[in-house]
C-alpha cells in the first residue's frame, strides 16, 4: 500500500527558505521508473506543478520556479525533500507530494500541508 | 510549451450526463496520456481516469474518458450524475520536457 505525508512548516516568513519533507512508504525510490513529484495549490486556485525527481535521481523544476526551488531524495529513509527559497505571501499554498508512474500519472497523494507566508 | 483549457463551471442534474472538456493550446493532445482527477474540499485529488480512457478499480463505470484529434482536447464523461459527484475535476498531461501540466480546473454542480 502506497502512502505519502508531508511536513513542514505552517508558517514561514517573507524572503525565507521554506522546507518540506515528503516521507512515503510501500514503493522504494532506488526501484526503476519510480519518481515522486511536489504540485501545489493556493486557496480556491488550480493545481500548480512544482518538481520531480525519479528512481535514476533526475530531476525536473517548474520553468517559472526553477531558480528557486532544489528537490531531492535520501532513498534510504523513503524521503524527498522540497526547498523554496525568498518565499512571498504569493506562495502561500497547500503542498502536495505525489507518487508518478512513467506514464506521467500521479496515482497517489499525500495529504496536503497548508503553508502560510507572513510576517 | 503548451496550456490545458477547461471550462470554468459546469452544472447539471441528477441522474443526467455531463462532459467537461480539456483542450490542449499546442502540440497534439495525443502526444502525452491525459489524466483525470476529482477534488472534493479539503482532500487531495484522487484518479478518476488515467491514461486518457481507464479507470483506476473502485472509480465507477460511470466515468468514462475520450480523447478528440479534431479538436485536440480530451473529454471527462460523467453519466447518471450523483450528487457525490459534486467536486472540482482537473484534467493533466505532460510536456515534451516531462514536466506536468493540470488543467485549471472545472467546478461541477450538481443540483
Known amino acids: 500500500q502506497v502512502t505519502l505525508r508531508e511536513s513542514g512548516p505552517a508558517l514561514v516568513a517573507p524572503t525565507q527558505t521554506l522546507t518540506l519533507t515528503c516521507t512515503f512508504s510501500?514503493?522504494?525510490?532506488?526501484?526503476?521508473?519510480?519518481?515522486v513529484s511536489w504540485i501545489r495549490q493556493p486557496p480556491g486556485k488550480a493545481l500548480e506543478w512544482l518538481a520531480l525527481?525519479?528512481?535514476?535521481?533526475?530531476?525536473y523544476y517548474s520553468t517559472s520556479l526553477k531558480t528557486r526551488l532544489t528537490i531531492s531524495k535520501d532513498t534510504s529513509k523513503n524521503k524527498v525533500v522540497l526547498t523554496m527559497t525568498n518565499m512571498d505571501p504569493v506562495d502561500t499554498a497547500t503542498y502536495y507530494c505525489a507518487h508518478v508512474t512513467m506514464g506521467g500519472h500521479y496515482d497517489y497523494w499525500g495529504q496536503g500541508t497548508q503553508v502560510t507566508v507572513s510576517s | 510549451n503548451f496550456m490545458l483549457t477547461q471550462p470554468h463551471s459546469v452544472s447539471e442534474s441528477p441522474g443526467k450526463t455531463v462532459s467537461i472538456s480539456c483542450t490542449r493550446s499546442s502540440g497534439s493532445i495525443g502526444s502525452n496520456y491525459v489524466q483525470w482527477y476529482q477534488q472534493r474540499p479539503g482532500s487531495s485529488p484522487t484518479t478518476v481516469i488515467y491514461?486518457?480512457?481507464?479507470?483506476p478499480s473502485g472509480v465507477p463505470d460511470r466515468f468514462s474518458g475520450s480523447i478528440d484529434s479534431s479538436s485536440n482536447s480530451a473529454s471527462l464523461t460523467i453519466s447518471g450524475l450523483k450528487t457525490e459527484d459534486e467536486a472540482d475535476y482537473y484534467c493533466?498531461?505532460?510536456?515534451?520536457?516531462?514536466?506536468?501540466?493540470f488543467g485549471g480546473g472545472t467546478q461541477l454542480t450538481v443540483l
Open positions: 510501500g514503493f522504494s525510490l532506488s526501484t526503476s521508473r519510480m519518481s
Open positions: 525527481i525519479d528512481w535514476d535521481d533526475d530531476k
Open positions: 491514461e486518457d480512457n481507464k479507470r
Open positions: 493533466q498531461s505532460l510536456d515534451s520536457n516531462n514536466h506536468a501540466l
